[in-house]
């Protein structure tokens, strides 16, 4: 009865957890054990030292859940990497500075020291990364996206890709270069995780699920973002908006643990250190808190916002331009093909000359690191001011900001142009770098542009009761790097990232106002930086539903699905099978009951089905049916009884070529699907040996196309192999007569009705159904990361919708230029097979199924039926 | 060709999208002309004026999207009805402390004044709410949960619960009990989503969308909690939270707009009436920036995370206990059932009377309002440090704090006892009302005690490098109120609500580890205050995969689904309907092919099936069947030819019945499924008439209940009746004999088989396969909001979870007593049915397809299989 064992299940999962769990501390203990003997081998005082450490480590591993020791180490683990990067590179900005402040006797040679610096480190960093993993050019962002979305892309969480990540990104930054470490430093946290995962698996067996590790990748996103900023919440929420579509809320928990604690050590370390007092923001402000701003201010923040918008889709337009321009110009792409490291040294060498401080970046501030200008920006001063400003004496790096010829504002907005097309460019780069904080530093820029206008606009504030609050442009520049950050990466957690940067959240509704009406302007404009990324890398991706886009729920599957489906029956021949592989070139197949039911039983991996067919077609069973055949025609020759010596000769070869023969068919039915082949006598043959790889070419004649592979290659050869090979080489091609009998046997072979029994097939793919609306379908593709869906209606399959229909149907983008064609699918519509309505089309179909369940007591009628027309 | 029609598809896609929009726009603009027609008739001054207001609306929804108009008029009305509640609720505390005031000659009058005004307000409030909506009772939180997991609530959101939930709310917040408001605003802003998008439906058909009211009721909740405390980004957050497992970055957008949106109109508000100067924070705190707190204080942090860890489990225990107290003590619950004013009332007045504050309120500040204690708790004085302290003279608030008698450490702990059962006790009330605020008091007294201690241990700071910062007890009450509040609701994004609560994110650290503790302790645990409630009211929930339950990703769908599947076959009789109808009481019912192949067609609803098996014994039919047995008889008896007077009496009236009986019998194959009765002539055979509800007990021979309900009861009305009825009552059932041959006939009916034409099926069940993990189980159901899935194995149904099963695993819960039995699942591993292995198990069942399909040809021999055992 339903529900009979429901009350008890509890009892029984406990139960069945707990035994698992036993035997996995019991396999992990037995382990240790032997572990520990092998301590006792080695020598030396500290052994005994290490058994206790062994022990302590197996109490932790065995008392406390792993999650959190995972989210802990993997935290603490950041926090360093990123403490000891940004040593690092501080050290290396004050060697640029050093070197040049030596030099300043002699420009030619101030100007070689600002410039060959960064060149060689970029170039360093370009040539490493080049050498060790390409995989770490980038920002990584897109890639993890997409792996999050449960694409398997491969060497992207590897320890080459880690190490190549964090030295090229050092030097990269190191070399003061507009480039960020956001970025890169998601994909570092999730290459930490992964690597991470993959040690902490050697002592528990969690570590291996799959899900969980895609959830441990989630939570390092966001220890990523948090420990680069020591912004946690704004780490956390950032990761979620820039890498996730569905988010579940218990990893949301995760990533906050791990962010906070990877934030706090970060600043921990400061403080240790002795950078700092105690533990603030990285770029504290210090805004007055009383009057943070008017209410009457609000239409400057907006449009700082709505700036930011159109700034943020020209800055991802700009970089798509960049890096579209270089593919295409095919004399630039094959010389910087052949001298990989020119480009970037090229750049450097032209951004370093720009910002040459005694040259044109005296009007830029070019002296500066980008955490300078940032402080700067931040500050509590107004520039414009002259009188009242004058009094402060342009403390520290606002200073830079100071030129005696031109004013503040002309600087601000040759800094705001300049560093707009060099960031842009110094992204495309093949180091590892990010986009975030040279766009956040532009953002800045342009905040405090508007900001310093509009104290020079109201230098008594604009509040009219008396009190005087001057306009503080700092929180302009707070302001506008959140915008422009916000539109550039199309998320609003950067208003939370700017008030933990900050350590002040006074600006609230200013910023918030702004991020989302840049938000707005941006998103309606050009795809988010990282959306664009993945765009032009190709990698697998799903459009999100933008706003107000309400039709789209109004379009069904049923308009979007391709309805000419490739399947295979569960009895069909082999022939069936070549053919249908031949013809598609799907990952996954459809494996339906029966080309009349059309009942979906499950989906078969292409992979399957070539292993299949070509174990049916395999040498060890063609030689099988060699050995058979020449056995009989042993007899047959005995029977003759007149043999020439070449003859007896080659047939002793045969016999000792099939003894061995024999045992690999005996070992085959064991383990039949990825065997390897024998190493072949001779070399030139292996040509032949390889395993089936149909083309997947549109061949009509499908038979041809084996016998090629088999036949008539073996033809030329037998001609073109000197004589005192032919015996050996003959072992496997007897005699071109019997060529032709193995086509025969192949032929026949085909005809063989296919044995799905050691076939891998998922017996619950998923279904939708024609009435499923566009928006659910997203939703659904989204959620369970979904690669396609069969369409099904009443278990009968009547259409395919992979991701590719379904992101030509969310973009509406036409490929197909010039003419504008009939949709195809109109005709399927008009002609009334499905779309008048679902309950009548359901109607319809269950009569069919029922008709074939008359038909199998009765004489069965052909009815022409639709699906009859698709089998064909 | 696979794939020949997606590159049109998006252009495909796109007119169908525009063809859908364009009709649609043009019926509305056919309604709109309507309108204006209707307009022109209207007499008065405005009408020209109004007509312009319909353009200029028509003009506004036609040119940009919807959704954002949607979100800004939420945003909107909610930031007006937050404001406007906030005004009331100030306004009747002021009345009370006048009246108290005024009253200070005699101290009995002072008390009344006391205790009867918010013992009027309570119990007006839960009068109120109980007459016009009881739905509106409590927070609403645990039903927006179960709302947007897609389970329908009956008048959850209806415009009854909004008024009685204001109105309610309002009066219960006036009474100065401990309530909170923020509970029920996430229900007051999902109520105002669903009525709004009711009215907007006027004006489009996108609102009528079932995802798209989910996407905006999750929205909504974000707006509710960000109105309510100024707080768009921790209302966001908090929401997503609170409400969703998994949470589409789609709508986090939505959120945050219209929260923000929201909170600054909200504020605006608060300027407008000169409230404020400009736009802050609500609660703003002015702790200083330079040196907010010393790393050395980060134990005595996360010591208040940790205790409040232990304090909201122990309040939500409590909170618990009080409710299923109530309910068991049968006597009280007699009592309150009859006199259902008389708990709130008696509960005010016991609450009341302990915060008077000339009698034992003088012990815990009991004369201050929520907010007035909760700007005491963050001000920025130190009370204990009696020395320095003294200067600032107690201003404002702080007064009530310092005792004559009492020290201050004493009035808090008194604080935090009382308020601690007084919260508990207040909650349970049955008038709108939250649990928040006051937690966060509690937690803020509780962050203030620890502050002041540390503050008098370490009188001059804890830093020791010569700089004097002295300890800032306030920073501590807010860690305090964000980590009492976190552990209730098991939320961290409390942390950011208070960040935006005070305008400060210098404690940003202390904070989140403070939060985190708290919620590592209170979820290991209790569930959470909301998950308590949901439980208590026994909503349709999926507990949350906890932290490091990492046995969890061992389990199978295999181990916990229930293998005993009710089913129907595709060729199964009415009989076979009746007797799954009868032993099951599942909503759902599986379809497969035949018993045989167990192949999973669909899902079909039970109602679905009980109106086919209706209609199949349907009145219509059987009066039908009688007419044509009369009319044999008829011709039978002008044979005989002898008819007595009141035989032709009867056969007369018999007639005129039957051509109504005709009439009807002709509609019925349109319109088949749910008609509506004739009305009856007479009013005692409805009982015979009512559609057939089977009894749902354990009835085992099943036909006789069938006899019941349409044979046996007519019996024993025909001799209940009068005479002069009995003509008319004998038109359903002539005579005795009649009735017996009526059973016959029903029997004749229930053998044949089921036409499932007009039945509609779901053809696309969810499927699981038996090596699904339980992990992905969960998240695959709380993705998608799942009741239940079928489990396949090749097409073949072999089990289903529902969420009864999933809850039960993973819960782990043991609800049978005393003995523990054997789990009966493990008798089916050990038998190896399906134990085994994967690939094993599945070549089984696809043999046995194979050889079902072998058998269709061949003759069939019947061998008892799994699903063959399984069907009996």
Known sequence: MYGRYTQELGVYAKEEAARLRESGQRRSASDRSRTLDLLEYEKGRCAKCRIYTVRCQKFLISRVGEDWIFLILLGLVMALVSWVMDFCIAICLQAQKWMYGGLDSNVLLQYLAWV???????????????????????????????????????????????????????????SGMPLGKEGPFVHVASLCAALLSKFMSLFGGIYENESRNIEMLAAACAVGVGCCFAAPIGGVLFSIEVTSTFFAVRNYWRGFFAATFSAFIFRVLAVWNRDEETITALFKTNFRLDFPFDLQELPAFAVVGIASGFGGALFVYLNRLIVV????????????????????????????????????????????????????????LTWSKQGLAEEFDYMGHSQAWRHPQVSVFVVLVIFIIMKFWMS????????????????????????????????????????????IYPIVPGGYAVV?????????????????????LTGQISHILPVMIAVILANAVAQSLQPSLYDSIIRIKKLPYLPELGWGHHEKYNIRVEDIMVRDVRYITLNCCYRDLHNVLLTGHLKTLALVESAESMILLGSIERSQLQSLLSQQLSRTRRLEYIRERSVAEKKRLSEVSNPSSEDSNMRASQEVRFQISTEESSLSPARPVSQKPLKPALKRSSVVERPIEI????????????????CLRPFSFSFVGKPSMMPSFLTYFPSPLCVLQIAEWEEKQLDEQVNFNNCKIDPAPFQLVERTSLHKTHTIFSLLGLDHAYVTSIGRLIGVVSLKE?????????????VKVRPPLASFRDSGTTGTSSSESEATELHKLWDRHRSISLPREHVPSESDEKSQ
């Not at 610096?117 to 993993?133: D, E, R």
């Not at 090229?346 to 040259?359: A, E, K, Q, R």
Request: glycine letters at 10%; a positive charge.
């Open 116 to 174: 060959t610096y960064p060149v060689v480190l970029i170039t360093f960093s370009a040539g490493f990364t080049q050498i060790l993993a390409p995989q770490a050019v980038g920002s990584g962002i897109p890639e993890m996206k997409t792996i999050l979305r449960g694409v398997v892309l491969k060497e992207y969480l590897t320890f080459k890709t880690f190490v190549a990540k964090v030295i090229g990104l050092t030097c990269a930054l190191g």
């Open 325 to 380: 321009f270089m593919r295409k110009q095919k004399a630039i792409n094959k010389f910087l093909m052949k001298k990989r490291l020119l480009f970037p040294a090229l750049v450097t060498l032209c951004i370093s000359t720009l910002t040459f401080p005694p040259g044109f970046g005296q009007f830029m501030a070019g002296q500066l690191t980008q955490k300078e200008t940032l402080q700067a920006f931040f500050d509590n």
């Open 424 to 467: 842009a460019l110094a992204t495309t780069l093949p180091v590892p770098c990010g986009a975030f904080m040279p766009v956040f530093l532009i953002g800045a820029a342009f905040g405090r542009l508007v900001g310093e206008s509009m104290a020079a606009w109201f230098p008594d504030g604009i509040h009219s009761d008396g009190t």
């Open 480 to 500: 506008g790097a959140a915008a422009l950050s916000g539109a550039v990466t199309h998320t609003v957690s950067t208003a939370v990232i700017v008030f933990e």
């Open 695 to 710: 083309p997947t070419g549109p061949h009509d004649n499908s038979g041809i196309a084996l016998k090629n592979l088999f």
């Open 806 to 818: 379904l992101r030509k149907a969310i973009e509406g983008s036409v490929t197909v230029k010039g």
